[in-house]
């Protein structure tokens, strides 16, 4: 099937690689003879407004290229929009199939999680019921790893390389008194704990790792929580504990709601902005054990930590981008391009395609058998699924000291 | 003047290259003929309780000086303690010469900031007033980049490049949604501006830096922030703002103690603890101007990232701990070894000893040239200062997906 004109956006939170997979649509696209790439200016809620710029002056020169895929966040803006179905409001189909007939477009590419899965297996439900032969593949993308039928997702891999890391220089920093502490490092995961889990992967044989990791998948529980911190202090007197941010207690309250509730929602009612419950915990463990403690929020620097990517995701971003395109190529739509992982070790990771719809909405959590029996800690299991995905480096293109960009 | 066996400490706050200056003591004592070189475990404090390491089998392996300058946080570990007056309590003294002479130490190092240069005058004036020979020398380093007659500190070149680097970052982040918003970024520096004054060194053809930096050396006016934020967002929707952490209001009150005493208590009934600079200033900031706001602290990230260190800091970390024991075999004693600027353009540096009285205890500001004249910025003076310090990189060793550290 012929690959005319092309139309790509990016859409939820920023990671580290989701300008890799613009750069893998971009270049196959070419590769593969698409006249025009054009990329929606914040996502479907930009496009909808009529925002659209053409790629291909953009890309002319490959080092621009190159700078893309070291350029953390999306480079086309991006929104957290959710379209209606159409039988509630056909308008904004209406609006987005005549803008596709007006730039003649042949496939359209959202890069994105399963919110946005959700946005292509609607256009593609669409496109079949007006008989359009737009093409519509998706493209994963979340620090979260949150998504079902891929073995994980580009931007969590250099999510945990950059938690790790920066992990390992908190423990060093964190134990250079001669005194009792503990550390409370809260990570992101407001459903799941992939992104916690990774702290695992500062522990070698330079580094103890975290003693504790609570993730949201087991409920919080005051008193075995305490008691094992006390234990842990026997052994080291500097204690360090990761936390996601979405840790519940038992009855279903956020421990950061608990410090404080004056949040917004976003589009989608999630809670926008959830922070505090390293405090809390940190509040909680110097009361109640009168040590020491410090609450540290990796914050949004964890998504977009473009100077620590991670090679392997940064590859693997590339290629569920070309591979998406080499679908729409093939006539494929209502896909998403998966990650496919052959094994372990060695590490070998392969693309494949599953229905957008089956992934769209749905999360996946942490398996129960990757947890640690007493719910704080994560398994060598997990280890093994995770290390591959942060593995190699590359490095940034530094201009007077700092990483250089590409922006709009 | 022979060096015999030499005595090293580190004290202070960690930074990115402290431990590149304990590799310079170590390796120019070992070329210049030092039989044994000990480290201080826990700076002087750990050393009056006779913690002591030798240091020689630890570097018989040139791999482990790699990674020990590449290893953020003080190796030997570190302390907060003053030396009282000979006078008052000459008993530390007593301590610390007896072991000096039980190890046949000849020159005594300590890298530190102002209050370890205040340890290294005790130590020099009490061993002249005893007729000791010991050659004591101070090796600068603080993030803070606050030390008097020299150019500046090993330290503070990465700390400042790690600040420029995420706040690019954070900057692409802020800028996804195309939503107004106001991001805080907090920066350490309690007294002084020169860490919040490196945001701007974030500016580039690709990154506009932030568009307010408020430094402790200015009070902090409300109205006058609040105009420039609004006068800011009609030109820019996402602005970024950085902040010193000891950013005063004009009652001499911390930004946020604010936070802290309005009516925070943490949920334990107790009152908060709270680093809160920005917190308060983006509280500030929605409640006056009713945008989205977010608070980012760096928090301790940005004094141990040796993932992301400055090549010219480590070099110049090792060069004022070289230079330091040079000076030592030289006879000298109660120095410091400075860094001096032979040039900006091209950037050279040099070393020179300074009196080590003439350092301790005192503070560097920023000039008050280098800060603009509504004190909400610095100047394209600055930027010639601090940009030359955070030129180039040095890989980290990376193993298994995350940089390798060594540890006593």
Known sequence: MALGNILVGQSGGPTAVINSSLAGVYE????????HVYGMQFGIEGLLQGKLVEMDPLFADPLQIELLKRTPSSFLGSCRCKLPAPAEDERPYQTLF???AQYKISAVFYIGGNDSMDTIAKLAAYGAAVGSDIRFIGVPKTIDNDLMHTDHTPGYGSAAKYIATILKEVICDS?????RSV???????RH?????GAASLAAGPDCGGPSIILLPERTFDEDAFLQKVSQVEKTYSNVVIAVSEGVKNKDGAFLCDLVSTADQLDAFGHKAILSGTSRYLADLIRTRLGCKTRAIEFSTLQRCASHLASRTDITEAYQVGGCAVQAAANGDTAKMCALVRRSSAPY??????????????????VPDEWIAPDGMHVTAGFERYARPLIQAELTPIYINGVPRHIHL
């Open 28 to 35: 196959t696209a070419k590769a593969l003879g698409a006249p």
């Open 98 to 100: 005549a803008l596709f």
């Open 175 to 179: 134990s250079v008194y001669d005194l």
């Open 183 to 189: 550390t409370v490092a809260e990570i992101m995961g």
């Open 192 to 196: 799941t704990g992939w992104l916690a």
């Open 348 to 365: 070998q990771c392969d693309t494949a395609l599953v229905d957008v719809s089956a992934v769209a909405n749905l999360e996946k959590k």
